[in-house]
């Protein structure tokens, strides 16, 4: 565990949050790892002290609802001419654990966790996971200790911003596609064509290795092009239909000359867990 004084250790994390807190102690709990809340209880309870030690669990719920409650308030502000489910999934864009893991890394929140023995051993200062869930708590701590325009700014300067500009820097002028069948529904009816359908062709590997192949079935459409069809190959039938669906969104695509075409995350991407 952390041997420094508290106060050395939160002091420039304070000047880039910008925040100089008035309870020093609401950003040491938002740092504060369970592993090193349970070391410090039985390190009392080893003194005969009964005291309970906080962590930021909590914390990291009440930052992720403020989180969400300030990207929510600002794209709604930004972009009138979104529809409800684009501006859904442009949220969920912007405060997925993927994108919140840069603000968190360019913070070095990690050199500042207070982290039990067993997580420090483990390399908990650089896990995803965790990198991300204090700065959920941190901008809980902003809240509690600067109220609601002290985490505002901090989520718009440090989070929304810099990921709308990283989108306008690649051109990305639509919503980011995070959901491929859904994107090759809406596709196919803008395009007149029957809705796709999904096929089982293959399914290959023990059960606990499962490979299983689908295949996405296109419709011609009614201005005279020929249905077509796509395949995908995923751990899971979601995962390969999701990969068929990208196949097949991305062919409708070049047939509309959009040579931008997004390139979001894998479906089977995987977010590393503590």
């Known amino acids: 565990m952390r041997t420094k004084s508290d106060a050395n250790d939160i002091a420039p994390l ?11 102690a609401t950003l040491e709990q938002a740092l504060t790892h369970a592993s090193y809340a349970r070391e410090l209880e039985s390190q009392n309870a080893a003194d005969g002290i009964a005291l309970q030690a906080m962590d930021n669990e909590q914390m990291e719920f009440l930052g992720d609802a403020v989180l969400s409650f300030v990207v929510s308030q600002e794209l709604f502000r ?3 001419e979104y529809q409800e489910g684009e501006l859904s999934k442009l949220r969920a864009h912007v405060v997925s ?3 919140l893991l840069r603000p968190a890394r360019a913070l ?3 050199q500042y966790l207070r982290l ?29 200790d600067g109220g609601l325009e002290q985490a505002q700014r901090f989520i718009l300067q440090a989070i929304l911003e810099p990921e709308l500009e990283e989108m306008s820097r690649h051109g990305a002028t639509k919503l980011p596609v995070t ?21 089982l062709v293959k399914e290959e590997g023990p059960d606990h290795l499962k490979v ?8 011609p459409s009614p201005g005279g092009n020929n249905g077509f069809v796509r395949r995908g190959e995923g751990s ?15 062919y409708l695509q070049s047939l509309q000359g959009n040579s931008a075409v997004q390139e979001p995350g894998s479906a089977s991407e995987s977010f590393e867990q503590p």
């Open 179 to 199: 959901d491929y069948k859904s994107a090759l529904q809406e596709a196919v009816h803008a395009s007149g064509r029957s809705q796709p359908r999904y096929v």
């Open 236 to 250: 899971t039938k979601k995962l390969a239909e999701q990969g068929a669906a990208r196949e097949a969104w991305e």
């Open 116 to 144: 039990g023995r067993g997580e420090e051993r483990s390399g908990g200062r650089s896990k995803s996971a965790l990198l991300v869930n204090a700065l959920e708590a941190i901008i809980a701590a902003l809240y509690l």
């Open 78 to 80: 930004r972009f009138p």
């Open 212 to 219: 299983f192949t689908m295949e996405a079935h296109i419709p």
């Open 14 to 24: 304070e000047a880039v949050l910008g925040h100089r807190f008035r309870d020093p």
């Open 108 to 110: 070095k929140i990690g």
């Open 97 to 99: 654990a993927r994108h």
